[in-house]
């Protein structure tokens, strides 16, 4: 069955939907995007992806499409047409399409495409065994702040890792973690303080990581943010991901070690229990 998806105003089945091969977007990887995720055919914290889509599109000095209303709507309209339950609704934002140069002409009219993916969420296998990730160094650009689309660093990073038996690569620069291939990274150490970087251009400000932080406060969830090295993650009690594809996910081995028992800690299993509850009604 074919989807349905949307590009430049127009919904169109997956297999006439086109963009110019002079797109900035397939040219340079000059183009900025969002996942959100869907639970019940409900778009979760989408409000703080738009903005934080805003953020991107200032960053690097690129027009908004449309209105956050006007692109929540097609965001609805697509969960609608293609009858999604559970999965992800994607939405990418490129600068357009012109003759090839690195320099971009004034007025030039931003690409818009947004497709939906079908996936298990909430009951996925991945979440219920737990993540096996190998450590990487951290080869992407200084400006992980942004999200944009130049995700080559990613995809060989989790290609890595599956050909090493892994699920994912938790990179690491300077020492430290930065955060996961595609996803925010955490420990319990052994105090049972939940640990996770700062904020900073060294990392994406994940959605989910922010709501996620909102609702250990709310619990009295201890919390530290700073760096933590690969060796302290050895040692901790748990360790866990968020993102918006896979929610509060448990890392049950890294490098081959296992953590803590080798399953998803209990820790990590009530704060996925805990984002889903908000996720289902307040996100
Ligand atoms: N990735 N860090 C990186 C590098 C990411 O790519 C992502 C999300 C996150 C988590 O952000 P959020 O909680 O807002 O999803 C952190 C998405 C899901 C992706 O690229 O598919």
Redesign the pocket.
Known sequence: MSRIVYVNGRFAPETEAMVSIFDRGFLFADAVYE?TSVIGGRLVDNRA?LA?LRRSLAEIDMPAPASDEAIEAIQRELVARNGLDEGIVYLQVTRGAEDRDFTWSAGLAPTLVLFTQARPVVDSPLARRGLKVISLPDLRWRR?DI?ATG?LP?CLAKMAAKRAGADDAWLVAGGTVT??????AYIIDRTGRLVTRPLSQD??P????RALLELCAREGVPLEERPFTIEEALTAREAFV????ILVTGVVEIDGHPIGDGKPGPLTRRLREIYLEFARTGG
């Open positions: 996942v992806h934080r992980r999200k995700l990613a955060e996961g291939a595609s996803n925010n990392i994406l994940g959605i989910t990581r968020t993102s918006a594809s």
